[in-house]
C-alpha cells in the first residue's frame, strides 16, 4: 500500500499551473524530502494531499483511501503557514486540536502532557499562545500536528524558525517516529537537514517532477562527476585532458568536473603528468543536487 | 457531529470570555434598565434656559392688542427663562408699509418673528401670518408657542366679542381620563400612567431590537472569529483535522449558543426591571416560542451569510463594503417599526415578513404588538425563511471552502459566482 497515491494530478490558478500532471507514490514507513524552489508547488501539492484544495483533474488517495475525510484523524499536517489561537493556553491549544482530531479525552490526559515535555513546554503550558517565543510556538505547533499519533505526517518546512537546538530536537522526533513505521513527507529549504533524514526525494520544479528516487541512487548518480585533486607542480595540463571539462582552483586543490568519464582513468591520466599527493572522488550535497537540477530544468524550459 | 460540537464548545467559551462579550452582555440590561428608569422621570422635566425672543406683530384688525400683551405676560411670567419680548407695528395708514417695514427687520436679523394678522381675523377667514427667516432649528419649539401664544390671544377675544365666560368654558372641557388595565382579579387592577402607554409601544419594538442585536452582534462575533481565524492562519490547521462543513457548522452551533444566552440574560434584565418598575408587558407564553423560532431561524440566516462575508475578507475593514447592503436591509425594520406596530397587518408589515433577513424582525414585532396575524402567514414566514437558510447556508458552505484559504486580493462577484457553480 501506499501511503500517498497522486496520479497525473493537475493545479492551475488563472494561467498560472502551479501543479502540472504530477504523478507520485509515497511508500509506508519512508522519510521524503520534499524539495523544490520557492513558487514550484509544493505546497499547493501538499494541501490538495490534505484535500484543502481539490485538484483540477487527477486522483489522489491517502493511506489507500480516495476519501481524505475519512483519514484525516489518521494523518499529522503542519502547514506553511503556521497559526494557532492567541488567546489559548499551550495546553488548551494542544487539547483542542487533539480533540478535533478525534483523540479521545482519556488519551488526551496523558499525550497532552506527555508531548508538552517533549517539546519543552511544560513550563509554558499555562501560558497564552501569543506570549510564547516564535520558536516555542513552532514546537508547540509540532506537537499539535502529532498529537493524534499520525501514521502520515506532512510537514511543511517544518525547521524554518528554529536554532540549530530545536531543530535537532524536531530532527530526533521525526526519525523516532520513522523507526516506529510510520511514513513523513516534509518540504524544506534546509539541504543539510534533508540529507540527514530522507530515504527519497521528491524534486519538482514549476509543478512537475524532475527528481523522484532514494537519496543513496541520486547521489550515486551525481558523485562520479566531481572530484577534488591536489598535485605537485605545474597544474595547468589538467584542463586539457579529454576527459575534463571544468576546473576550479581553490589554492592547491582543483576542484575538476568531469564529463561521464571514469575516475580511475582521470587518476590514472594524472599519474602519468605528475605527482597526486590528494585525490578525492566529491560526494555532491543535496545543496548541489538541487542547484544543478532546478538549473538544467530551468534552462530546458526557457 | 462530536467534532462539530467540539468546535462548537471552543467558539462558545472562548467568546464568552472575551471582553466585548461581557461587556455587552452586562451593559445592555444597565442601558434599558435606566432608559425605562428615565422615561418615567422625563415627562416632568422643564425645557432649559434659552436668550429671549424678539417678536414684532402687526394687527390690522386693531382689537387685539390687550389680549397678545395678556397672553405674552402670562407666559413670560411662568418661564422667566425664556423670553418673548413683543412690539407691536402698528399700520398707520399703508398696511403694506409697515409690513415691508416689519419683514426687513426680520431680514437684518432685528426680528426672530414676524406676525401679521388679518384685518377680518375675529370675524372672518382671515389669518394669523407667521414670518421668520432662516429660522434655526434649535427655535421650532419657540416657534410653536409663539403660534399657540397668537392663536389663544385671538380665541380669547372671540369668547370676548360672544361674551362667553373663558372660565366656564375652561370647566367644561376638562374631562379627566383615568386608564386601568384590569389584570386577572379584581386585586389586580393597576392604573396606567402615561408610561405605560409608551411600554405598550415599546414591547413589541423591544422585542424586534432584542432579534436585530442577537443577530447583528452574534453575526459580528462570526465575522471576528473567522478573520482571526484567517488571519492567524489557522484555518489551515483545522482543515487538516475537520472539513470546511464541519467548521462551519461548529461556528454556526457555537455562536448560536452565545446568542441564545444573551439573549436569555437580556429578557431576564428587561422583565426584571419592568416588574420592578411595575409595569405591565404582556408577554405571552406562544409569543416565547414564537420568538424562539424567529430568532434561531434568523440567526441561522445572518450567521450563514456573515461566514460567507468574513470567509472572502482578510481584514474586519474589508467586510465593511460587504457588510452594508445587509445591514441597510436589517435596519429597515428598525427605521419602520412606528408604522409596523401602527398597523401590523398593513401592506408594508405583510410584505416584509417574507423578506428574508428581516422576516423575524417583523413578525416578532407584528406578533409582540398583539394583532391577529393570521395563522398561515406565520406557517408560510416560517417555511420561507427555513428555505432561505438552507438555501444561504449551502452557498456560504462553498463559499467559504475556497475563500477562506484565499489571501490578498478579495474575489469579485463575479468569481464567487464561478465558486458556487463548482461541484
Not at chain 1, 511543511?156 to 540549530?164: A, C, N, R, V
Not at chain 2, 395678556?70 to 407666559?75: G, K
Not at chain 2, 398707520?92 to 381675523?121: C, E, F, P, S
Not at chain 2, 414670518?131 to 410653536?144: G, I, R, S, V
Request: charge should be neutral; glycine fraction near 6%; hydrophobic fraction near 45%.
Amino acid at each position: 500500500m501506499n501511503a500517498v497515491l497522486l496520479d497525473n494530478v493537475c493545479k492551475s490558478f488563472g494561467k498560472l499551473n502551479a501543479v502540472d500532471n504530477l504523478s507520485v507514490q509515497v511508500s509506508v514507513g519512508r522519510v521524503y524530502g520534499f524539495l523544490g524552489p520557492n513558487g514550484a508547488g509544493k505546497t499547493t501539492t501538499i494541501r490538495m494531499i490534505m484535500n484543502i484544495i481539490r485538484p483540477d483533474s487527477g486522483h489522489i488517495e491517502i493511506l489507500g483511501d480516495g476519501q481524505i475525510e475519512q483519514v484525516k484523524s489518521r494523518i499529522g499536517y503542519m502547514p506553511e503557514e503556521r497559526g494557532l489561537y492567541r488567546k489559548m493556553t499551550a495546553r488548551k491549544v494542544l487539547t483542542y486540536f487533539g480533540a478535533i482530531k478525534g483523540v479521545n479525552d482519556k488519551e488526551l490526559a496523558q499525550r497532552v502532557p506527555q508531548w508538552l515535555d517533549r517539546v519543552e513546554l511544560a513550563d509554558w503550558a499555562d501560558k497564552k499562545v501569543e506570549e510564547l517565543s516564535r520558536g516555542m510556538h513552532q514546537k508547540l505547533q509540532f506537537a499539535v500536528t502529532v498529537i493524534n499519533n499520525p501514521e502520515l505526517v506532512i510537514l511543511d518546512e517544518p525547521f524554518s524558525g528554529l536554532d540549530p537546538l530545536n531543530q535537532d530536537l524536531i530532527k530526533n522526533i521525526i526519525l523516532e517516529m520513522r523507526n516506529e513505521g510510520k511514513t513523513i513527507i516534509f518540504s524544506t529549504h534546509v539541504m543539510h537537514e534533508a540529507e540527514k533524514l530522507c530515504d527519497f526525494i521528491l524534486l519538482i520544479n514549476k509543478g512537475k517532477l524532475i527528481l523522484d528516487d532514494t537519496l543513496d541512487n541520486v547521489r550515486s548518480r551525481q558523485s562520479a562527476h566531481t572530484v577534488s585533486v591536489e598535485l605537485e607542480g605545474d597544474t595547468a595540463f589538467v584542463e586539457n585532458l579529454p576527459m575534463v571539462t571544468a576546473v576550479k582552483s581553490e589554492g592547491n586543490r582543483l576542484d575538476v568536473t568531469l564529463a561521464d568519464a571514469d575516475t580511475q582513468e582521470f587518476l590514472k591520466a594524472l599519474m602519468q603528468r605528475a605527482r597526486v599527493r590528494a585525490f578525492e572522488v566529491k560526494v555532491p550535497s543535496l545543496h548541489e543536487i538541487f542547484v544543478n537540477l532546478v538549473g538544467a530544468s530551468d534552462a530546458e524550459d526557457s | 457531529m462530536q467534532r462539530i460540537l467540539k468546535i462548537a464548545r471552543r467558539e462558545f467559551v472562548e467568546t464568552a470570555k472575551t471582553k466585548t462579550f461581557i461587556i455587552g452582555v452586562l451593559m445592555a440590561p444597565v442601558i434599558i434598565g435606566a432608559i425605562i428608569f428615565f422615561t418615567s422621570r422625563i415627562a416632568g422635566d422643564k425645557a432649559g434656559p434659552r436668550p429671549p425672543i424678539q417678536v414684532a406683530v402687526t394687527d390690522l384688525s386693531k382689537q387685539l392688542a390687550e389680549n397678545f400683551e395678556i397672553s405674552f405676560d402670562d407666559y413670560n411670567k411662568g418661564n422667566p427663562n425664556r423670553q418673548f419680548l413683543l412690539q407691536h407695528l402698528d399700520a398707520q395708514q399703508d398696511a403694506n408699509a409697515v409690513q415691508i417695514q416689519g419683514k426687513t427687520r426680520l431680514r437684518n436679523d432685528k426680528l426672530d418673528a414676524y406676525v401679521v394678522l388679518d384685518q377680518d381675523i375675529l370675524e372672518g377667514p382671515g389669518k394669523i401670518r407667521f414670518y421668520t427667516h432662516k429660522p434655526k432649528p434649535t427655535d421650532f419649539d419657540a416657534y410653536l408657542t409663539i403660534e399657540n401664544l397668537f392663536r389663544k390671544a385671538v380665541e380669547n377675544r372671540r369668547y370676548q366679542i360672544e361674551k362667553l365666560d373663558q372660565d366656564l368654558i375652561a370647566k367644561l372641557r376638562y374631562v379627566p381620563i383615568e386608564r386601568v388595565e384590569i389584570g386577572s382579579a379584581d386585586d389586580k387592577e393597576q392604573i396606567q400612567t402615561p408610561i405605560q402607554g409608551i411600554v405598550n409601544m415599546m414591547v413589541p419594538f423591544f422585542f424586534m431590537y432584542l432579534i436585530f442585536l442577537g443577530m447583528v452582534g452574534t453575526g459580528q462575533q462570526m465575522l471576528g472569529s473567522i478573520i482571526e481565524e484567517k488571519g492567524s492562519r489557522i484555518i489551515e490547521v483545522l482543515l487538516s483535522a475537520v472539513s470546511p462543513f464541519q467548521l462551519m457548522a461548529g461556528k454556526i452551533l457555537g455562536l448560536a449558543g452565545i446568542g441564545i444566552t444573551v439573549m436569555a440574560l437580556w429578557f431576564a434584565a428587561a422583565y426584571a426591571a419592568a416588574c420592578w418598575q411595575g409595569l405591565n408587558v404582556g408577554v405571552t407564553p406562544q409569543l416565547m416560542v414564537y420568538f424562539v423560532i424567529y430568532y434561531i431561524l434568523g440567526f441561522l440566516f445572518f450567521s450563514a451569510v456573515l461566514t460567507g462575508i468574513g470567509s472572502v475578507c482578510n481584514t474586519i475593514k474589508e467586510t465593511q463594503s460587504l457588510m452594508m447592503p445587509v445591514m441597510l436591509i436589517s435596519i429597515i425594520p428598525m427605521i419602520a417599526w412606528f408604522k409596523l406596530v401602527q398597523s401590523p397587518n398593513g401592506t408594508m408589515a405583510r410584505v416584509l415578513s417574507f423578506v428574508p433577513p428581516v422576516t423575524p424582525m417583523v413578525m416578532v414585532l407584528r406578533l409582540a404588538s398583539g394583532a391577529d396575524v393570521w395563522f398561515v402567514e406565520i406557517g408560510a414566514s416560517i417555511l420561507l425563511l427555513a428555505v432561505a437558510v438552507l438555501v444561504v447556508t449551502w452557498a456560504a458552505a462553498k463559499i467559504f471552502r475556497t475563500g477562506i484559504l484565499m489571501y490578498g486580493k478579495k474575489p469579485g462577484f463575479f468569481e464567487i459566482l464561478r465558486w458556487l457553480r463548482q461541484s
